[in-house]
């Protein structure tokens, strides 16, 4: 009885570990994507900055 308990957890143990990576992958990305829009905003309002300066 035990051994099909065992066999029984591991399907959703790898169910989980899938979820944890999906979710990893997707908050990786979601970061990454709001690097990028940021960045041009803070190259931009640097350089209005320095041109208004000289």
Excluded: N
């Excluded at 970061?31 to 640097?46: G, L, R, Y």
């Amino acid at each position: 009885m035990k051994k099909t308990i065992g066999h029984v957890k591991m399907p959703y143990i790898f169910v989980i570990l899938i979820l944890v990576v999906i979710f990893g992958v997707l908050t990786v990305r979601h970061f990454d994507k709001q690097e990028k829009s940021a960045s041009p905003d803070v190259k931009k309002s640097t350089s209005t900055a320095k041109s208004k300066m000289k």
